[in-house]
Nanobody
Framework: QVQLVESGGGGPVQAGGSLRLSCAASGYKLTCNYDMSWYRQAPGKEREFVSRIDTNGIANIADSVKGRFTISRDNAKTTVYLQMNSLKPEDTDMYYC???????????????WGQGTQVTVSS
């Protein structure tokens, strides 16, 4: 069972400031490959995609944060980071780490969510 622990949220951070979120995963299977992503959600709204880095290191990022947010991971591929610069009040959300276990010979398709970390940006 994969477990995710997020950290690095907080605030309020002033607009224009920076934060770095971390998500540490445990319980990975050695025979499986994992994509790691960040999503965010405001109260009463749907969860939205922020950024993803796949098992090969290829990153995708939402247009709304392009040029301001950067996703990266450690060499062990078990921790993913989200560097958030030039923060705006509209970036205020709960941020969730998401892991997708790719289906393979010994692996089923599964996904996991972290508990979320709050980011608050003041104007």
């Amino acid at each position: 069972q994969v477990q995710l622990v997020e950290s690095g949220g907080g605030g309020p951070v002033q607009a224009g400031g920076s934060l770095r979120l971390s998500c540490a995963a445990s319980g990975y299977k050695l025979t499986c490959n994992y994509d790691m992503s960040w999503y965010r959600q405001a109260p009463g709204k749907e969860r939205e995609f922020v950024s993803r880095i796949d098992t090969n290191g290829i990153a995708n990022i939402a247009d709304s944060v392009k040029g301001r947010f950067t996703i990266s991971r450690d060499n062990a591929k078990t921790t993913v980071y989200l560097q958030m610069n030039s923060l705006k009040p509209e970036d205020t959300d709960m941020y969730y780490c998401h892991v997708f276990q790719r289906p393979g010979l010994f692996c089923s398709s599964e996904y996991y969510w972290g508990q979320g970390t709050q980011v608050t940006v003041s104007s």
